[in-house]
């Protein structure tokens, strides 16, 4: 167990839907990485956040959105969704935001849009 | 562009039999090359974390060494709870993400 939570396991939905993912950091962990894995292109960074403010964006899609909230709690949001979008979604934390900092991910959420 | 590719993509074992994979990566400035397994479901379980050329780290069965270009994770009298995915995984110049390869899969028989 790596001490990273995230909610909930599975989402079914369906295409146009919107949903938000949660996850809970390690504790004392400042940083938040959400990252996608889909069978045809592995896993893939969308975004970071530090002690509540952006500080990188990978592939992100438009109709994607995160934010980290003062308890370091952070939520994806997507939107508009599409079949293309069902994939597991991973969070990951770590420390601080410090380059060789290693990351530690969480259990995952399956999204399934229908 | 920073590129990592993981080799072969599936090994399969026999229990005992030991192995290597193996992991090259292309990028400008690496800062850390990371190994992870993962099981079917699971999110990726951090194992190694090698920052330059010449560095080797052991755990159990597991040994993780590092090149200028490439990784290798040698696997010695695997176990049938060895079974996985092994994921690479890169951090490059001034990035925080992780770029990871697309797994080597390994299967290993009593």
């Known amino acids: 167990d790596s001490g990273v939570t995230q909610t909930p396991k599975h989402l079914i939905t369906a295409t146009g839907q919107r949903v938000t993912l949660r996850c809970s950091p390690r504790s004392g962990d400042l940083s938040v990485y959400w990252y996608q894995q889909s069978l045809d292109q592995g896993l893939q960074f969308l975004i970071q956040y530090y002690n509540g403010e952006e500080r990188a964006k990978g592939n992100i899609l438009e109709r994607f959105s995160a934010q980290q909230f003062p308890d370091l709690h952070s939520e994806l949001n997507l939107s508009s969704l599409e079949l293309g979008d069902s994939a597991l979604y991973f969070c990951?934390?770590?420390?601080?935001?410090?380059?060789?900092?290693?990351?530690?991910f969480g259990p995952g959420t399956r999204l399934l849009v229908l | 562009e920073d590129q990592v590719t993981q080799s072969p993509e599936a090994l399969r074992l026999q229990e005992g039999e030991s192995s290597s994979l193996n992991c090259s990566y292309t990028v400008s400035g690496l800062r850390g090359l990371f190994w992870y397994r993962q099981d079917p479901g699971k999110g990726p379980e951090f194992l190694f974390t090698?920052?330059?050329a010449g560095e080797e780290k052991e755990k159990e069965r597991l040994k993780a060494t590092l090149t200028k270009k490439e990784s290798f994770l040698h696997i010695t009298a695997p176990k049938p709870e060895d079974s996985a995915t092994y994921l690479c995984?890169?951090?490059?110049?001034?990035?925080?993400?992780?770029?990871f390869g697309s797994g080597t899969r390994l299967l290993v028989r009593p």
């Open positions: 990951a934390s770590s420390p601080v935001a410090g380059l060789q900092e290693t990351q530690y």
């Open positions: 090698l920052y330059s």
């Open positions: 995984a890169v951090q490059a110049g001034s990035s925080y993400k992780l770029i």
